[in-house]
C-alpha cells in the first residue's frame, strides 16, 4: 500500500462527516455564519423589502404616512444595505476569505460580536427612524450608528489581518477582497459622520451625504465582494479558466477609483464640483460593471461543472450578471451627463440603475452563490435529483422584481405619478415574495442537515456499503 503523503505546513483541512485518515486537522464547522444569514433575511423580510411596499404607497398618498417618507426612506435603504447585504456579506467574507487564504477559519468570540452589533445597529436604526423623534430619538440614532460602526471596524479589520497574514498567490480575488476590506472601514466612518450629522438634521441624514454613501456601499463594500467572489468560483463552475489579474486589473482599479471619486464628492464646498465629481464616479463604475460581469463572472453557458440539483442556483448567477450591464448602461448614461454638465439630473435613471444593482445584482448573486457555496446546502448540492418546483419558487418573483423596479424608476415622468408609484410598490411585494421563498428554502436545508449527515454517514459505515 502507497504511504499517504501528509498536507504541508500550509495546508487547513476541515473535517467533512465522511473523511478520515491520518493527516487531517479536526476542525469543528464555525456555523456562526448562519446567524448572519438568519440576521440578513430577518431584515430584509421585516423592513427592507417590507418597506419597499410601505414608501411609494405612502408617497402617493395610498397610505397616511407621506409626512415620514424622507425618513422612512432612508430607513429602506439603511435596512438593505446593511441589513441585507451588509450582514450577508459580511458573514460569507469572514467565513470564507480565511478559507481562499489558507487561513483557520475565524473563532466564534469574533465572528459573533460582529453579527450582533451589525445586527442590532441596524434594526436599531430603523426602528428609531421609523417610529421615534425627539431626544430620545437623537440619542438612539447616534447609539445604533456606533455599534454598527464598530462592526464594519470589526469586519474590515478581521478580513485585512486574515489576508495579511494568508497566502500571497497572486490572484484576482485577493485584490478585490482587500479593496472591500477597505471600504467597509471607510463605511464606519461615514457612518459615525452620518449618525451626528442625521441627530442634528431630525434624524434625517444630509441627502447628499446618505446618497453618496449608498453608491460607496454599493461598489466599495459589496461589489468588490461580489466579484470577488465571482472571480474565485464561478468560472469553474461554468468549466473555464479563472480570470487572471492581468484581465481583471483594469476593470477592479475603475470600480474602485469611481467609488473613490463619489467619496470625494461629499468634500468640495460647490454644488457644480461635487456633481461633476459624483457623476464621474457613477460612469467609472458604470463602465467596471460592463467589464467585470463577464471577466469576473460569466453572461453566458451550462454550469456543467455542478450536480444536477445545483445547476437551477447557476441561473442566479447568469441573471445577476445581466443585471450588471444593465446598471452599467444606466450608471455611464446618467453619471456621463451630469460629469459633463455639472448638474446632478436624470433622476429615474439613477434609480433605475440603483434597484438594478441593488435588487437584480447584489439580491439575485445572494440567493445564487448561497446555494451554490454556502454549507447549509451543501448536501442538498449533492443530491442526484434534478431540480422541482420548489427550487424555481423564488427565481421568478426576483427576476420580476427587478424588472418592474427598474421600469418604475425609468417611467418617472412619462407616466402618471400615482401609477408608477403603485408599480415600485408591486416591486417590493414580489421582491418580497422571493425572499420568504429563499428564507424557507435555509430553514428546510438548516433541518434537514444533521439528518441527511447521519443517513450518509451511516451508509458508508455499513457492511453492505463496502
Not at 409626512?67 to 430607513?75: I, M, N
Not at 436624470?346 to 439580491?363: E, K, L, N, Q, S
Not at 433541518?447 to 449527515?453: D, L, Q, S
Request: a positive charge; charged letters at 15%.
Amino acid at each position: 500500500m502507497q504511504k499517504s503523503t501528509p498536507p504541508g505546513r500550509d495546508d487547513i483541512q476541515l473535517d467533512p462527516p465522511l473523511a478520515h485518515h491520518a493527516g487531517l486537522v479536526p476542525a469543528v464547522e464555525d456555523r456562526s455564519y448562519l446567524i448572519y444569514i438568519g440576521g440578513a433575511l430577518f431584515t430584509a423580510l421585516a423592513a427592507g423589502f417590507l418597506l419597499a411596499v410601505i414608501l411609494p404607497l405612502s408617497a402617493a398618498g395610498t397610505l397616511p404616512w407621506a409626512g415620514s417618507v424622507p425618513r422612512l426612506t432612508q430607513a429602506h435603504g439603511w435596512a438593505q444595505l446593511q441589513g441585507w447585504a451588509g450582514l450577508f456579506v459580511a458573514g460569507m467574507g469572514l467565513r470564507m476569505m480565511p478559507r481562499f487564504a489558507g487561513r483557520r477559519p475565524l473563532p466564534v468570540r469574533v465572528t459573533l460580536p460582529i453579527s450582533l452589533a451589525l445586527f442590532g445597529g441596524t434594526i436599531g436604526r430603523t426602528a428609531v427612524q421609523s417610529f421615534l423623534a425627539g431626544r430620545l430619538a437623537q440619542v438612539g440614532f447616534i447609539v445604533m450608528g456606533s455599534a454598527a460602526a464598530l462592526a464594519m471596524f470589526g469586519v474590515g479589520g478581521s478580513l485585512l489581518l486574515t489576508l495579511a497574514r494568508g497566502r500571497k498567490h497572486r490572484e484576482p480575488w485577493r485584490y478585490f477582497a482587500t479593496a472591500g476590506a477597505c471600504w467597509w472601514l471607510v463605511w464606519g466612518v461615514l457612518v459615525l459622520v452620518a449618525s451626528i450629522e442625521g441627530a442634528r438634521n431630525g434624524i434625517v441624514v444630509p441627502a447628499r451625504l446618505d446618497d453618496a454613501m449608498t453608491w460607496i456601499v454599493m461598489f466599495g463594500v459589496v461589489a468588490n465582494f461580489i466579484w470577488g467572489i465571482q472571480s474565485r468560483s464561478v468560472p469553474i463552475f461554468f468549466g473555464r479558466k479563472t480570470p487572471t489579474v492581468r484581465r481583471a486589473i483594469v476593470p477592479g482599479v475603475l470600480l474602485n477609483a469611481g467609488a473613490l471619486a463619489i467619496l470625494v464628492s461629499t468634500l468640495p464646498p460647490a454644488a457644480t464640483q461635487r456633481d461633476r465629481l459624483l457623476g464621474l464616479g457613477l460612469a467609472l463604475c458604470g463602465v467596471a460593471l460592463i467589464w467585470l460581469a463577464p471577466t469576473a463572472g460569466s453572461l453566458w453557458g451550462q454550469a456543467h461543472r455542478l450536480r444536477p440539483r445545483a445547476r437551477a442556483a447557476a441561473r442566479y448567477v447568469l441573471a445577476a450578471n445581466w443585471f450588471a450591464e444593465v446598471a452599467g448602461l444606466l450608471l455611464v448614461w446618467s453619471g456621463s451627463a451630469s460629469a459633463i454638465s455639472g448638474d446632478y439630473e436624470f433622476f429615474g435613471v439613477r434609480d433605475a440603475a440603483r434597484h438594478a444593482f441593488g435588487v437584480g445584482v447584489i439580491t439575485l448573486l445572494i440567493v445564487g452563490m448561497a446555494q451554490l457555496v454556502a454549507p447549509v446546502f451543501a448536501l442538498e448540492r449533492a443530491e442526484a435529483r434534478p431540480p422541482g418546483a420548489r427550487d424555481y419558487v423564488t427565481w421568478w418573483p426576483l427576476v420580476g422584481a427587478t424588472l418592474l423596479r427598474i421600469a418604475a424608476g425609468l417611467l418617472l415622468g412619462h407616466m402618471n405619478g400615482t401609477a408608477r408609484l403603485q408599480m415600485a410598490s408591486a416591486a417590493g411585494a414580489l421582491g418580497w415574495l422571493g425572499l420568504a421563498g429563499f428564507a424557507f428554502s435555509v430553514i428546510q436545508a438548516a433541518r434537514k442537515e444533521p439528518r441527511m449527515k447521519a443517513l450518509l454517514t451511516g451508509s458508508t459505515r455499513s457492511p453492505t456499503a463496502r
